[in-house]
């Protein structure tokens, strides 16, 4: 059985480990900063966080370039294994997931092949990276439609996009950015005002704001670096595509990011009715 720990206080994921999965093995795949206000503001202060997932006599799995000594300090403490696994030379930080998923699994005894063919055949979460071709705006226009909203926090978000930029072919089209924010995620929110500010959207020609806590953004849209965020009033996808169909006027590539709960789940379940899925 293969299960995820959604935990995120420090404490309610030392008992899920404990107390209710007790898994004999654990994996870390990455020390990313998000759930900053729950699980801290530096790599070091996430890693101790996540660090509290490790029981007594569980192996833990780390790839090398997300071990910290938070993890190996945590083990000792309990009597737990740290096993690190090399990081592959892999096009994308998804082919790299799949390789450490095998890794683990040879350690198991199960073979690579087996294992990246199971990979291959599970079915994609609601929240996976899809892609989708759709007709928008009058006259209509073929425009590529792009969720990436469960990556969440900005590092995960631009490896998402260097991703894409492997995969997908721009075909001529303007990046276009629409960015969910949510009401319980307010810390988010400020990690993605800063990622603006720092020149995260450069390559954007626009970029659009939906959720919650639109109405702080008046008083930023003339704050850092181009392009502008513009706040979206609109609650429903039909609405929220047809204003920004209109306000960009030709066919762009438009990619979620932010949030999918709330309004992301919905673009997304929009987007799957009027779109035909585009393979990556």
Same mark, same amino acid.
Not at 26 to 42: K, P, S, W
Not at 80 to 107: K, P
Not at 117 to 123: H, P, R, V
Not at 228 to 238: A, E, F, G, K, N
């Given at each position: 059985?293969?299960?995820?720990?959604? &935990?995120? /206080? +420090?404490?309610?994921?030392?008992?899920?480990?404990?107390?209710?999965?007790?898994?004999?093995?654990?994996? #870390?795949?990455? #020390?990313?900063?998000?759930?900053?206000?729950?699980?801290?503001?530096?790599?070091?202060?996430?890693?101790?966080?996540? &660090?509290?997932?490790? %029981? +007594?006599?569980?192996? #833990?799995?780390? +790839?090398?370039?997300?071990?910290?000594?938070?993890?190996?300090?945590?083990?000792?403490?309990?009597?737990?294994?740290?096993?690190?696994?090399?990081?592959?030379?892999?096009?994308?930080?998804?082919?790299?997931?799949?390789?450490?998923?095998?890794?683990?699994?040879?350690?198991?005894?199960?073979?690579?092949?087996?294992?990246?063919?199971?990979?291959?055949?599970?079915?994609?979460?609601?929240?996976?990276?899809?892609?989708?071709?759709?007709? *928008?705006? #009058?006259?209509?226009?073929?425009?590529? *439609?792009?969720?990436?909203?469960?990556?969440?926090?900005?590092?995960?978000?631009?490896?998402? *996009?260097?991703?894409?930029?492997?995969?997908?072919?721009?075909?001529?089209?303007?990046?276009?950015?629409?960015?969910?924010?949510?009401?319980?995620?307010?810390?988010?929110?400020?990690?993605?005002?800063?990622?603006?500010?720092?020149?995260?959207?450069?390559?954007?020609? &626009?970029?659009?704001?939906?959720?919650?806590?639109?109405?702080?953004?008046?008083?930023?849209?003339?704050?850092?670096?181009?392009?502008?965020?513009?706040?979206?009033?609109? %609650?429903?996808?039909?609405?929220?595509?047809?204003?920004?169909?209109?306000?960009?006027?030709?066919?762009?590539?438009?990619?979620?990011?932010?949030?999918?709960?709330?309004?992301?789940?919905?673009?997304?379940?929009?987007? /799957?009715?009027?779109?035909?899925?585009?393979?990556?």
């Amino acid at each position: 059985m293969v299960t995820e720990m959604m &935990s995120i /206080q +420090p404490e309610c994921l030392a008992a899920e480990s404990r107390c209710l999965l007790r898994p004999q093995f654990l994996v #870390v795949t990455n #020390v990313r900063i998000d759930h900053r206000e729950e699980m801290g503001r530096t790599k070091t202060e996430i890693a101790r966080s996540l &660090s509290a997932a490790v %029981r +007594p006599g569980t192996t #833990v799995f780390i +790839p090398k370039s997300e071990w910290y000594p938070e993890f190996e300090a945590a083990a000792g403490r309990v009597g737990a294994r740290i096993i690190i696994l090399q990081n592959t030379a892999a096009g994308s930080f998804f082919d790299e997931d799949s390789r450490l998923a095998a890794a683990v699994a040879s350690h198991l005894g199960v073979s690579e092949a087996a294992a990246l063919q199971g990979i291959s055949a599970a079915a994609a979460d609601f929240g996976s990276l899809k892609v989708w071709e759709a007709e *928008l705006g #009058v006259p209509a226009a073929t425009w590529t *439609l792009v969720s990436a909203f469960a990556a969440n926090e900005p590092e995960s978000s631009r490896l998402v *996009l260097e991703h894409l930029e492997q995969r997908l072919a721009p075909n001529g089209r303007p990046l276009v950015g629409i960015l969910n924010f949510r009401a319980d995620r307010g810390d988010r929110t400020r990690q993605w005002l800063a990622a603006h500010g720092q020149g995260f959207f450069s390559g954007f020609r &626009s970029v659009y704001v939906v959720g919650a806590h639109i109405h702080s953004l008046n008083i930023r849209r003339r704050t850092g670096r181009p392009p502008s965020l513009i706040p979206l009033p609109d %609650r429903t996808p039909p609405a929220i595509m047809e204003k920004i169909a209109s306000m960009e006027g030709a066919a762009s590539r438009l990619i979620g990011l932010g949030n999918i709960g709330g309004i992301g789940e919905a673009l997304v379940e929009h987007w /799957q009715r009027i779109g035909r899925p585009h393979a990556l």
